[in-house]
Structures are given as structure tokens and as C-alpha cells.
């Protein structure tokens, strides 16, 4: 083998590792973004809860002043229908309290019924409270395990780049950049062996002529078939 070609495969080597560090460091992108949209849907869920349990205390509140004011009155009503003087005056004194008792029945029922779904919301909340305070925990542990897995990533990807840049010094620049170019169509590998007569990676056939050349010569062919490059093993 050509020590060109033997100087480019050592690059395309290290390549190949880099990809590998890069994929794998990409893949813990997803990882957290699963994460912070898991804890976003607890939160969204807490807040609900507590705007659900702030509303029905703000209804308990306004009945039970209503509550105060319908008993006021009934208070005010029963003084009437004490010192009435008159039928008349004493009819319409009953009627007043009649309605204000009314009235005191009907809001008791709604404070009662208030103070039920009070409860449970309020038990909403604190079962809600528990689930994104033990989602944090979890999470906090995956994501010194995550912050960890990519800091030695990137520090293993660091030494890797740093290889490839000294091994690539060895190639000459005119092999170094067709390598180059044909590796950014997203090729993982972009150099491979004759296989017989034939491209090591699509099986297409080269011309006798060709690879006669690239045997007695060491140089490298651009495949017609897929485009990669083509070296001879012997």
C-alpha cells in the first residue's frame, strides 16, 4: 500500500472515532429535552392545581361574607317582626325573614359544597407537589450523570480532533482535500479497497486501465458508481 494512502486511512480512522464521539454526544441533546419537557408537564400540571384550589378559596370567601350579610339581615328582620305593631307590618316582616333564611340556607349548601372540592383540590395540589419534587430529585441525579457523560465526551472528542490534525499533516494536501470533499456529503467512511476489479463499497467494475494505474502507482480513484474513493491493495 501507497504510504499516501496508508497516512489517509489513519485520518479517515480517526474520523470514524470522531463521528462516533459526536453521535454519541448528540444523542444526550434528546435525553434532556425528554427530561425538561416530562418536569414542564408537572409543573404545568402543579400550577393548574393551584389556580384551581386559589379559585374555589376566593368562592368560600365571597359566600361566607354573603353568608354574614344574609344572617345580618336576618338578625335585622327578626328585630323588625319583634316590635311590629300591625298584620300588615308583621306579614311583611315574615316574608323578609323568610327570604333571608332562604337565602341562608341556599348559601350554606353552595359553602358546603365549596369547602368539598376546596379539599380536593387542595389534596390535588400537594399529590402534584410530591410528583415534581420527586421528578426534580430523579432528574437532578440524570443530569450530573448526563453533564458527566458529556464533559468525558467532549474531552475524549477534544483528543481525538487533536490526533486527526497531527495524522492529517502526513497526508499530501491535494489527496487531504478531495478526501475532504467527498467526506462532507455525510460519508462516515469515504475511502475503501479495491475489491477484485471492482469498488469495495457499490461493487461497481473500474476499467482494467484504471486499476493498473492505481496498482503501479499508488494513486487513488474517485468511484463512478457512489463516489467514494478507491485505492488498491496491491
Given at each position: 500500500m501507497h504510504p499516501d494512502v496508508a497516512a489517509l486511512l489513519a485520518v479517515q480512522d480517526d474520523d470514524v472515532a470522531i463521528n462516533q464521539l459526536e453521535t454519541r454526544l448528540a444523542e444526550l441533546m434528546p435525553r434532556l429535552a425528554v427530561m425538561a419537557k416530562e418536569r414542564d408537564k408537572a409543573m404545568a400540571a402543579l400550577q393548574q392545581g393551584r389556580q384551581t384550589a386559589e379559585s374555589e378559596e376566593r368562592r368560600r370567601h365571597e359566600v361566607a361574607e354573603r353568608v354574614a350579610q344574609h344572617r345580618a339581615l336576618q338578625e335585622k328582620n327578626q328585630t323588625a317582626l319583634n316590635s311590629v305593631t300591625s298584620m300588615r307590618e308583621a306579614t311583611a316582616a315574615t316574608?323578609?325573614?323568610?327570604?333571608?333564611?332562604?337565602?341562608?340556607?341556599?348559601?350554606?349548601?353552595?359553602?358546603?359544597?365549596?369547602?368539598?372540592?376546596?379539599?380536593?383540590?387542595?389534596?390535588?395540589?400537594?399529590?402534584?407537589?410530591?410528583?415534581?419534587?420527586?421528578?426534580?430529585?430523579?432528574?437532578?441525579?440524570?443530569?450530573n450523570s448526563l453533564a458527566a457523560d458529556q464533559k468525558d465526551l467532549e474531552q475524549q472528542l477534544a483528543k481525538a480532533r487533536k490526533a486527526r490534525e497531527g495524522k492529517s499533516k502526513a497526508v499530501p494536501r491535494a489527496l487531504l482535500s478531495r478526501y475532504d470533499r467527498i467526506r462532507s456529503r455525510k460519508r462516515v467512511h469515504a475511502v475503501f479497497p479495491l475489491r477484485g476489479s471492482s469498488c469495495g463499497h457499490c461493487d461497481t467494475m473500474l476499467p482494467l486501465q484504471r486499476r493498473s494505474i492505481m496498482s503501479g502507482t499508488g494513486a487513488t480513484e474517485v468511484c463512478e458508481g457512489c463516489g467514494v474513493m478507491l485505492y488498491a491493495t496491491e
Open positions: 316574608a323578609q325573614l323568610e327570604t333571608a333564611k332562604r337565602m341562608i340556607d341556599e348559601d350554606e349548601r353552595e359553602l358546603s359544597a365549596i369547602g368539598l372540592r376546596l379539599v380536593e383540590a387542595n389534596r390535588t395540589v400537594e399529590e402534584r407537589e410530591r410528583v415534581v419534587n420527586e421528578l426534580e430529585t430523579a432528574q437532578a441525579e440524570a443530569r
